[in-house]
DNA sequence: TATCAGGGCCTAG
DNA sequence: CTAGGCCCTGAT
């Protein structure tokens, strides 16, 4: 199926925004997204217009949320305050990132493992925690594991998890786990809270402190107020904002603001 | 081979 | 509130 998509969209970007670790590009053009049992391979065709390997059904309830097609990221770029000329030029130079709404369970698993680690070193550890727990799906292009549910992962071991490469975050996953599963830690349920009910509760998981909770609000539950503040981003505040954090102004865009900069200070030559 | 930092968080003092 | 420790990986 062919579709189009006028506003910002780059799928390069995306996947290397640090939001999420299991998208990838495969060769021939071939991009790939998964999200709980869905997989969608797409592939950019020429002037906003893409083919997607899915329903038109499937498109519009899972795919076109997932990647925040009802917002308008033009025109957020174009409300900028010009006489922020730092956030001008990563804006710019990261014109086409979107903030994914990704599967509560697994944004909150990945970003507790994010802690002290290396991108390719957290890609590593989730792709490890799929192929041990999830289901395989076989895809005219590869067996895909699912990400496992908190019910597939009830059974995981200490051990098991050590061999994932967890080290000492293994009993927080055991105890996200036990929290999910038991019911204490409803993560349907918090897409009903406001930002501050759903960040204490996010924070209640052992190993969840302000900077994952903040993230899983912002990629998971599309809490676009809220800004991760992570060493880099910290950086930016202190060596070019003199320690003023410039995303708050920006009200319910602030989190989106945060990862043009983020993505800039990653990426910039 | 050795060293270092990596999208932090918890605990003790 | 602050310092230290934490388990391991990828990069140099």
Redesign the pocket.
């Known amino acids: 199926m062919q579709i189009e998509i006028t506003d910002d969209f780059d799928l390069s970007k995306i996947i290397d925004?640090?939001?999420c670790f299991r998208a990838k590009y495969l060769d021939g053009g071939i991009y790939r997204f998964i999200t709980g049992s869905n997989i969608l391979y797409i592939t950019p065709l020429s002037h906003h217009s893409y083919d997607v390997d899915c329903t038109a059904e499937s498109w519009q309830e899972i795919w076109l949320p997932y990647f925040d097609l009802d917002r308008d990221y033009a025109l957020l770029r174009s409300q900028i305050d010009s006489s922020d000329s730092y956030m001008k030029t990563a804006i710019d130079y990261g014109t086409g990132l979107r903030i994914l709404r990704q599967d509560p369970w697994e944004t909150l698993i990945t970003f507790i493992i994010?802690?002290?680690?290396?991108?390719?070193?957290?890609r590593?550890s989730v792709e490890k925690i799929a192929e041990k727990y999830g289901v395989p799906v076989e895809t005219p292009y590869e067996t895909v594991y699912l990400f496992p549910t908190a019910e597939q992962m009830a059974p995981a071991t200490p051990h098991e998890l050590?061999l994932c490469?967890l080290?000492?975050r293994t009993p927080y996953i055991l105890d996200a786990i036990r929290r999910v599963t038991s019911g204490l830690l409803d993560l349907n349920a918090l897409y009903a809270c406001d930002n501050i009910q759903l960040f204490d509760m996010l924070k209640t998981v052992?190993?969840?402190?302000?900077?994952?909770?903040n993230?899983v609000a912002l990629f998971a539950y599309n809490r676009t107020a809220l800004v991760?503040v992570?060493?880099?981003i910290r950086k930016v505040i202190d060596g070019v904002y003199d320690g003023h954090n410039p995303f708050i102004r920006y009200g319910s865009a602030a989190g989106i603001m945060q990862q043009y900069i983020?993505y800039y200070v990653r990426q910039k030559p």
């Open positions: 925004s640090g939001q994010s802690q002290q680690k290396t991108i390719p070193a957290i590593s050590d490469k080290g000492y052992h190993g969840v402190g302000d900077k994952v909770a993230c991760p992570d060493t880099w983020f």
